[in-house]
């Protein structure tokens, strides 16, 4: 599955995507965060708040509560702020 990382989520975890291979276990958008949160120190600090990250799966906003399964790309970002 690709990850897709945008704006301070990308400069945190030090990379704009990834390629990863997800546990059976991780099966809801909030799992995933979860999850990643798991990997590392970046991640735990790009994530520290999951309650603010706006997540996409396939280029359509989803909230946290989203199945996963089948997604081919899922992309995170922080709340989004403009006038």
Known sequence: MK???FAW???RI?????EVELPASVATVADL???LRARGDEYENALQQPQVIRVAIDREHVDHAEEIAG???IALFPPM???
Do not use: C, D, F, H
């Open 33 to 35: 965060l979860q999850w």
């Open 71 to 73: 997604a081919r790309e």
């Open 3 to 5: 990850l897709i990382y």
């Open 81 to 83: 702020t403009g006038g």
């Open 14 to 18: 030090g990379k704009p995507e990834e």
């Open 9 to 11: 989520v990308r400069e």
